[in-house]
């Protein structure tokens, strides 16, 4: 990790203001490796010096990277007058800049990734290197013989878009309401679309894994727990 001043890790970790970090430094109420340091610009490396506020140490991360089980009716957007994904987070894992990392329609649950690393973002949403992202679909009516074909094929939306190659697999025992589908890409609506294209309805939709890594099943809706260091690998390096 680099160096990085030492009002902007305070203001990182306390969730405040560089101008309130800097007055807190400049009080000495804050000490690296148990000296009192009072220049705020002073820059230190978070990773090997221990930063401290009255004797209580302050762990800085540069990046946090969350896996939020998304209940229906929450949005996944930072700037809709509906409740937000942001605002359900936990007090302990709030910070600057968070964003969600791709978007779940409102009435869609599952998986969302929360970030406040747009280079991460940028990464795994790019065209060039989309990550994988797997949802279980219940539709209305059983869904029509040979549409895995033309789901494995690349459908055609009605707008006239051709989709990347898919995989669906049946998941109900033969009743073919049930499905598992993961793309490769991420459009607009694309699920529901991909199924009405199909002459069928998708009746509730629900992201179980994004590059290869796997809902958290202990994850209720609405809850959520920072990504482990072998997730987020998976995540960043799958193609």
Partial sequence: MKSERLDKIVASVLQCGRKEAGKLIRSGEIAVDGIVKKDPSLKIFPDKERVTLSGKELCFKKNIYIMMNKPAG?????????????????????????????????????????????????????PKSHVDKEYEVTLAE?????????????????????????????????????????LHEGKYHQIKRMFASCGNRVVSLHRTAMGGVCLDAALEEGQCR????????RIMNRR
Avoid at 84 to 94: C, F, K, R, S, Y
Avoid at 226 to 233: H, I, M, P
Wanted: charged share 30%; hydrophobic share 35%; proline share 4%.
């Fill in 142 to 182: 059983p869904l029509e013989d040979g549409a895995e074909e033309k789901f494995k094929d690349g459908l055609t939306l009605g707008d006239g878009y051709q989709c990347l190659p898919a995989q669906t697999q049946c998941i109900d025992g033969g009743e073919r309401l049930k499905f598992k589908v993961v």
């Fill in 226 to 233: 920072e990504l482990t260091a072998d997730e987020l690998d």
């Fill in 74 to 126: 929450v949005v996944s957007s930072t700037d809709d007058g509906d409740v937000t994904v942001i605002d359900i987070l936990p007090e302990e894992l709030m910070r600057r800049g968070l964003f969600p990392a791709g978007r779940l329609d409102k009435d869609t649950t599952g998986f969302v990734l929360i970030t406040d690393d747009g280079d991460f973002a940028h990464r795994i949403l790019s």
